[in-house]
């Protein structure tokens, strides 16, 4: 294999750097072209680790690859068939000889692979293949943010609240489902990807509000999960072009995303929507975002779930002031979401609406039937916006009451101060 190297010896401390920021943005790639190419999702995770470990032996001495991703993918290959020949040389297995000889002619030794066509190509089907429907949702998730996005089995067993041996069993169990089921390891062809595609966007949603809205510890937001889960949306947007339900969703995620450096203080505490500097919101992926929604909604047929959660981000990214937000918009916005897909959690969005346009005593109605209904018994907001209609209406010792409600059941640190800090304010 040729190595085309830039420089010479690398400083260590400087190594370490370039290192990390080659596997943070090269390692779900190489995983992806390894497994095309070598047909095998565990064969390819353990290449692809022996790579980098070539790579962390080499390039300090020899220098960084003019292309990196090329030559870990190259040496992943080689590792991959050097392991094969071992397994060969021990137990003389038929299919693995096949195996062997498959990927030795696809790209022989001697040549450099070219990536840059496909890579994209690589990354949509190991996509479709983690969310695969024959696997459950949390499978899906856990393994997209494993092989996809590159977390290591310690970050996703945190993102799912369980510890790493649980979560490592969990992938094992999908990788292996996935080799049993022979879950193909390609994009869906037309036919079946409008109802593939929807498992998708929902994947990459609940690795962007994992991100956005983390579920428990010291921090409000993971950025690395926003930029991975955004990534994902542009790829599937270049990749699957005009489809409303994509377009929303990027758009979604964009406008929200655009507010994440303005909703908490330097020290880590929260700052409500209404406190926000919307100076400092990215003005860049709001007009990005803008353009996609109202192209999404222009598109014939009922609008997606994805889209009209998008637009109704847009009101609040329009508005110059918290004061100037199109509240009555948002209301209806919210009508049209609960006919397309109800849920407590989009009731609970619409009566706070409800309440910015209707009043305090029309929403906290609306609560209470929801709260009567159950299904948000352990989610912590429902008690805090109940907490803020009754402050709203002068009922002090009952919305002290809603707020330590919330607070029992809030897990998130600064949420949790924030609370404290409402219920102190009521004397």
Not at 87 to 111: C, D, G, M, V, Y
Not at 122 to 140: G, S, Y
Not at 360 to 389: C, F, M, N, S, V
Request: with cysteine; net charge negative; proline share 5%.
């Amino acid at each position: 294999m040729r190595a085309h190297h830039t420089e010479g010896e690398i400083a260590p401390d400087d190594f370490a750097r370039r290192l990390a920021g080659v596997f943070r943005h090269e390692a779900g790639r190489v995983l992806a072209t390894l497994i095309r190419l070598l047909g095998d999702f565990e064969l390819a995770e353990e290449a692809m680790q022996e790579a980098f470990a070539a790579a962390l032996e080499q390039w300090p001495a020899a220098g960084m690859p003019s292309n990196p991703r090329a030559w870990l993918v190259n040496v992943g290959r080689h590792k991959a068939i050097d392991r094969l020949r071992r397994q060969i040389l021990f137990r003389a297995k038929r299919q693995e000889l096949e195996s062997e000889a498959a990927i030795a002619t696809q790209l022989t030794p001697t040549h450099d692979i070219d990536l840059d066509p496909g890579v994209e190509d690589d990354i949509l089907r190991l996509i479709f293949t983690c969310c695969h429907p024959a696997l459950n949702t949390e499978a899906q998730v856990a393994l997209t943010l494993r092989a996809v996005c590159s977390l290591t089995t310690e970050a996703v067993a945190r993102a799912f609240l369980v510890g790493e041996e649980t979560m490592a069993q969990r992938l094992v169990r999908a990788k292996k489902k996935i080799r049993e089921a022979g879950i193909p390891y390609e994009t869906p062809a037309a036919p079946m990807l409008d109802e593939r595609i929807e498992g998708v966007l929902a994947v990459i949603y609940l690795v962007y509000t994992e991100g956005y809205a983390v579920t428990s510890g010291p921090d409000l937001t993971r950025d690395d999960l926003c930029a991975e889960a955004i990534r994902l949306g542009r790829l599937l947007d270049r990749s699957t072009p005009g489809r409303p339900a994509v377009q929303g969703l990027l758009a979604l995620m964009l406008l929200h995303d655009a507010r994440r450096a303005t909703r908490a203080t330097p020290e880590g505490e929260i700052i409500l929507l209404e406190h926000q500097d919307r100076s400092r919101w990215d003005q860049a992926q709001i007009t990005e975002g803008l353009a996609l929604v109202e192209e999404a909604l222009r598109a014939p047929g009922r609008p997606s779930t994805y889209a009209v959660q998008a637009a109704i981000a847009a009101l609040h990214a329009r508005a110059p002031r918290y004061e100037d937000t199109d509240w009555p918009q948002i209301v209806g916005l919210y009508g049209v979401l609960l006919r397309l897909h109800p849920s407590p959690v989009v009731e609970l969005n619409h009566a706070v609406a409800v309440s910015m346009v209707d009043g305090p005593a029309r929403a906290l109605d609306l609560l209470d039937a929801l709260a009567a209904r159950g299904g948000l018994d352990l989610y912590h907001l429902l008690p805090a916006a109940r907490a803020e209609l009754l402050r709203r209406l002068g009922r002090t010792e009952e919305a002290r009451e809603a707020f330590r409600a919330a607070l029992a059941c809030a897990k998130l640190a600064p949420e949790r101060r924030l609370l404290e800090k409402r219920l102190a304010a009521l004397g």
